[in-house]
């Protein structure tokens, strides 16, 4: 109903059209959803209304079990990525430093990383037991391999100007990777860590929602098998919102790195 | 060393021949530390019995029906996503105030966990294929939709104006000079898009366990028949890797030339 009531104010410039059109668009999926669950199509349990979500939602954010999960997943998140991108890294690095390894091993690399990384899960099981450390595993084997490819071809990208300036100081290895290569690589490389820690979120959350007895992905499961729509409903939203809002505060980093 | 030197063969293809010798030496390894036991050979099996495991999967697994099953899930998402996704690049294209509004939530659904709303198809359509094609429409959807919107963006002004000059009408205009010149860009949505699809066809199968190759994984696994596990695993790496080839042998191939 506000959207309507907000289309027939004369459009001051583009920027609130678009706004307009943005609220429009999600009050009408809103009353869809809505209509939907009111209109008896579908199982009334399966699409739950808005103000069963909303109950959810409170429900699910005024407990703490929600916070002890999310602290277990984000525990085994931050791991992953590290884990993965630090090795994803130092693979990376030699990737992209010389065309040998680049010739060598990059297509390894090139082809193994779209495959679905999720079918290892019964391998990690069977290494790192049934607990948080299998799923580590997993994320990080899915975070591995954006980050070596991005930094592998962040490191070519770097003027050869740089280079030949480090190496007119005479910078030694060490020296030429912190002063020289690493900064001129930043944006890549953080962008690799982005899409790096997306995959490692999506690699823990789907391991934990396969076999596990705790975090999101757990609540997740549990949900749908107690058939407690709104509170599954609830928890995909918070997770969604979660996901969105870390992948954004990355995006800001490596654009903060450009103005810089 | 110096006849290595010499053969212009070897000389030419050393650094792949080394990666290849460093791989192969790598499962040599394993086997001899599976073989001596410091690695544990009930979690880890020999390679070669992986490698003989092959033909047991092939034979007693009906792995080609498995495949077929899950070729005809991805296929069928396949040709979802590019029945909605071009005509949803292209209405983006010509309707600027929407394309505004929504370019900024297509990227980002691009980088969100879908496959995470899995048990939400599985409420809404059961352990069925549809759940597995939803989730891989949505995961392919957005890189056909902004790829086919950047590459209908990308088309020269001067084809425009040659178009204009012809006085072509808006249907002429989109099918002689908009469609093939944006085709190139369309053609790598496409394929980014059913490498998508692929990706999340074989992981929503192996989470639900339903359908083809994915199910044969959680099987073996259940069974603890370990070589026949990290068999089925590789053979589903195989086929994603053979998937990736021809898709992007077949993009070169289609691309106009300039």
């Known amino acids: ?260 | 060393m110096s006849t290595v030197a010499r053969d212009p063969f070897l000389r030419r293809w050393a650094p792949e021949l080394t990666g290849a010798a460093v791989i192969i030496c790598g499962f040599l390894l394993i086997e001899l530390l599976v073989r001596t036991a410091i690695l544990n050979p009930y979690v880890v099996p020999r390679p070669s019995d992986v490698l003989l495991a092959f033909e047991r999967i092939v034979v007693e697994e009906q792995i080609l029906s498995r495949f077929l099953v899950t070729a005809a899930e991805a296929g069928t998402a396949a040709v979802l996503v590019a029945l909605i996704g071009i005509p949803l690049g292209t209405l983006l294209q010509g309707v600027p105030l929407l394309r505004k509004a929504t370019e900024t939530w297509i990227a980002g659904m691009a980088a969100a966990p879908i496959v995470l709303i899995y048990p939400l198809f599985l409420v809404i359509f059961g352990r069925s294929p549809w759940t597995i094609i939803a989730i891989a429409v949505l995961a392919g959807l957005p890189p056909v939709a902004m790829l086919t919107l950047e590459g209908l963006s990308a088309v020269r002004p001067a084809l425009v104006d040659t178009g204009r000059s012809f006085r072509l009408s808006r249907w002429q205009m989109f099918w002689k000079i908009m469609f093939p010149a944006a085709l190139p860009s369309i053609f790598s949505g496409l394929r980014i898009g059913l490498i998508f699809a692929l990706i999340n066809v074989v992981g929503v199968e192996f989470l639900i366990n339903f359908g083809g190759l994915g199910p044969l994984i959680n099987e073996l696994a259940e069974r603890y028949d370990m070589p026949g596990t990290y068999a089925a695993i590789c053979f589903v790496v195989f086929v994603s890797i053979i998937v990736f080839v021809v898709m992007e042998r077949l993009e070169k191939w289609l691309r106009p030339v300039r």
């Open chain 1, 1 to 260: 109903m506000a959207a309507t009531g907000t289309l027939t104010i004369p459009q001051k410039s583009k920027m609130d059209a678009v706004l307009v059109l943005r609220i429009a668009i999600i009050a009408s999926l809103l009353v869809f959803w809505q209509l939907l669950s009111m209109s008896g199509l579908l199982y009334e349990d399966v699409v739950p209304g808005l103000p069963q979500i909303t109950a959810g939602l409170y429900r699910l954010l005024t407990t703490t079990e929600f916070y002890v999960n999310l602290k277990v997943t984000a525990g085994e998140i931050l791991a992953a990525s590290l884990i993965g991108g630090l090795t994803g890294m130092i693979a990376g690095l030699s990737l992209g430093g010389s065309y040998f390894m680049e010739r060598a091993f990059e297509r390894y690399f090139y082809y193994l990383g779209p495959t679905p990384k999720i079918i290892f899960f019964p391998l990690m099981i069977m290494w790192f037991g049934v607990g948080s450390g299998s799923k580590v595993a997993m994320g990080a084997v899915s975070c591995f391999f954006p980050v070596a490819l991005a930094v592998a071809a962040g490191m070519r990208r770097i003027p050869p100007i740089l280079i030949r300036v480090g190496e007119s100081f005479r910078a030694n290895r060490w020296q030429m990777l912190t002063k020289v290569h690493l900064p001129a690589m930043r944006e890549p490389v953080v962008n690799g860590f982005r899409l790096g820690f997306g995959v490692a979120l999506i690699g823990v959350l789907l391991a934990e929602t396969k076999l596990s007895n705790q975090g999101l992905g757990f609540l997740v499961i549990q949900n749908y098998q107690r058939f407690d729509m709104p509170g599954m409903y609830a928890l995909l939203i918070a997770i969604f919102v979660i996901a969105v809002a870390v992948n954004a505060a990355l995006g800001r980093l490596s654009r903060g790195g450009r103005r810089r």
